[in-house]
């Protein structure tokens, strides 16, 4: 007899899935597990369940199949909260399956709350498979959750619903969403903004990380001889080391005279959500927006709007612009501008040489980056030439981020390593999963940026002229803690000391935490610098 937690199990299979993260709890989190064990699953249990879905999401990213997460109920799923809005402003496809309450058990209180309206606003959709065909109700969340704009769904499970005999029909696979072609009349109105640009810029954003969007994009920055800018989570869309490469889109004091000087700011598949918290600064620009899907809360008006398939848009585009407004030459030293703002003076270690230290050592790393003053040398040096070579949460701009990330990225592609940029304070946020790291052997080095406080708050205190206050703390010894959950811990307290460190680093299997000593006050001329 198949149960409907076996049909579930197998269907996720089917779907891509290999890994389900989380922590479980003792209902139906157990029937989920021993079914997916039985077909093929993997599950990784993690520390936090927030922790899991960032892990999940980058699973997602690099597999191509939407991650899972299981919980147990009420505390559970609260707890996994922070990480599924992460995916859900940052775009990225989750199953979240938790234990729900039994329809006979009405007069239980405990762990008790409405989950289904908790998950409501940061889910595209539920389900608690109220319809009795278990398999459909899971196609029909993985295709909502794979749509543009994707995100997460949630799934509940009571054991009415889950340890009872499977009866729905067989059914074939369906396929994934297929993106809609752009429009005619939408390419020829962009076509007729493009045709009076002489200076066009390109902006490229998370959307752009799909390959064939990503290597339209390359064929239309060299058609047009165009200056690309990537956003946060864009970065390696175009690889940093291509000719029109310009440097990243931060919103930002760096990137504005190139944007002065254009005439037209093409956005290629750059999310809303991408953008930081103030008016767009170029309304006297027109602007061609392409995108995957129209965006609840637009952040500028358009000239010309093409929805749909990016490569597609971006090949009927090609000979849109007659190229020449820019010169190869203005491009390389505009960027190699932007990068030495970021080359501000500190004392023992600045926070720019400890990433381009980084980046001589590995440059094949893949990168994880968490949220704080310390991603600015980060998203401005570091080199990515992939679309899925570098991640960061944009949307919700989340800490504690860049640690899971970085275990799931090794988790689902072990071939390379990868280099998880952190504070201090974001690590302190979710240092347990350094014991997920360990228990898996992932093939993270978590590179901390110590500088013992939260810097990216102590420096929008200085600037909004408030005296300095509460933003310290007393210095934590991460190589110290590395080793008691069985990692190798590295301490670097000078220059000298860094480049050997990252080398053992990088040489040393699995799991390695380098705790740099990091000059914090290196950003109070840097944020302004490269924000404005
Ligand atoms: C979960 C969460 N809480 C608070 C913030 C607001 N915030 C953004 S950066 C930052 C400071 C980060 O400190 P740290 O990790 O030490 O990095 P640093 O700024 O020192 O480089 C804070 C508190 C956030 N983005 N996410």
């Known amino acids: 007899m198949t149960t409907v937690a076996d049909a579930l199990a197998a269907r996720l299979a089917q779907h891509g899935v290999k890994r389900i993260w989380g922590v479980p709890g003792g209902d139906c989190s157990l029937d989920i597990l021993d079914a997916a064990q039985r077909h093929g699953i993997q599950f990784v249990l993690t520390r936090a369940e927030a922790g899991a879905a960032m892990m999940a999401m980058a699973d997602a990213q690099i597999t191509g199949a939407p991650g899972v997460i299981l919980t147990t109920r009420g505390p559970g799923l609260a707890n996994a909260v922070n990480g599924i809005a992460c995916a859900s402003l940052d775009r990225v496809p989750l199953l979240i399956m938790a234990d729900g309450h039994e329809t006979d058990m009405g007069h239980v209180s405990h762990q008790r709350y409405d989950q289904m309206a908790l998950m409501a606003p940061i889910t595209k959709a539920q389900s608690a498979l109220e319809s009795g065909d278990a398999v459909a109700e899971l196609d029909r969340l993985m295709h909502v959750a794979q749509s543009a704009a994707p995100g997460p769904v949630y799934l509940e499970l009571v054991g009415q619903r889950v340890r009872i005999p499977h009866l729905g029909p067989k059914r074939p696979l369906p396929s994934p969403p297929v993106m809609p072609a752009p429009g005619q009349e939408a390419l020829l109105a962009a076509r007729a903004v493009l045709a009076k640009a002489k200076?066009?810029?390109?902006?490229?954003?998370?959307?752009?990380?799909?390959?064939?969007?990503?290597?339209?994009?390359?064929?239309?920055?060299?058609a047009w001889q165009a200056p690309v800018l990537t956003t946060c989570m864009g970065k390696g869309t175009l690889s940093d080391k291509e000719t029109w490469l310009l440097g990243p889109f931060i919103s930002g004091a760096a990137e504005d005279p190139m944007l002065r000087e254009a005439d037209c700011i093409v956005l290629f598949g750059a999310d809303h959500i991408e953008f930081m918290p103030k008016k767009w600064a170029y309304a006297g620009t027109p602007v061609v927006e392409l995108t995957t899907h129209a965006m609840a809360r637009p952040y500028l008006a358009p000239e010309a709007l093409v929805e749909g398939d990016l490569a597609?848009?971006?090949?009927?585009?090609?000979?849109?612009?007659?190229?020449?407004?820019?010169?190869?030459?203005?491009?390389?030293?505009?960027?190699?501008?932007?990068?030495?703002?970021?080359?501000?003076?500190?004392?023992?270690?600045?926070?720019?040489?400890?990433?381009?230290?980084?980046?001589?050592?590995?440059?094949?790393?893949?990168?994880?980056?968490?949220?704080?003053?310390?991603?600015?040398?980060?998203?401005?040096?570091?080199?990515?030439?992939?679309?899925?070579?570098?991640?960061?949460?944009?949307?919700?701009?989340?800490?504690?981020?860049?640690?899971?990330?970085a275990i799931g990225a090794a988790l689902a592609d072990p071939s390379r390593p990868v280099i998880a940029f952190t504070g201090d304070g974001g690590?302190?946020?979710?240092?347990?999963?350094?014991?997920?790291?360990?228990?898996?052997?992932?093939?993270?080095?978590?590179?901390?940026?110590?500088?013992?406080?939260?810097?990216?708050?102590?420096?929008?205190?200085?600037?909004?002229?408030?005296?300095?206050?509460?933003?310290?703390?007393?210095?934590?010894?991460?190589?110290?803690?590395?080793?008691?959950?069985?990692?190798?811990?590295?301490?670097?307290?000078?220059?000298?000391?860094?480049?050997?460190?990252?080398?053992?680093?990088?040489?040393?299997?699995?799991?390695?935490?380098?705790?740099?000593?990091?000059?914090?006050?290196?950003?109070?001329?840097?944020?302004?610098?490269?924000?404005?």
């Open 312 to 405: 597609a848009a971006a090949r009927s585009l090609q000979g849109a612009v007659r190229p020449g407004g820019w010169t190869s030459a203005q491009v390389a030293a505009a960027r190699e501008a932007m990068r030495a703002l970021s080359r501000t003076p500190a004392q023992g270690i600045g926070p720019h040489q400890l990433v381009e230290a980084a980046l001589a050592v590995a440059p094949q790393a893949r990168v994880t980056a968490d949220a704080g003053a310390h991603i600015l040398p980060v998203v401005a040096l570091w080199q990515s030439c992939g679309p899925r070579d570098f991640f960061i949460s944009r949307g919700l701009a989340t800490m504690a981020f860049a640690l899971p990330h």
């Open 199 to 222: 200076r066009p810029i390109i902006i490229a954003g998370l959307q752009a990380r799909e390959d064939n969007a990503a290597e339209a994009l390359r064929l239309l920055a060299n």
């Open 427 to 532: 690590l302190m946020m979710g240092t347990g999963e350094l014991g997920v790291a360990v228990q898996e052997q992932a093939n993270v080095k978590l590179v901390v940026f110590n500088d013992a406080s939260i810097a990216l708050i102590e420096v929008k205190q200085r600037r909004r002229q408030f005296p300095l206050y509460g933003m310290r703390y007393p210095a934590t010894d991460f190589a110290a803690i590395a080793r008691g959950f069985g990692a190798t811990g590295i301490k670097v307290d000078s220059l000298a000391q860094l480049e050997p460190a990252l080398r053992q680093a990088m040489a040393i299997p699995g799991p390695v935490v380098l705790d740099v000593a990091v000059d914090g006050q290196a950003y109070h001329s840097m944020v302004p610098a490269l924000r404005g």
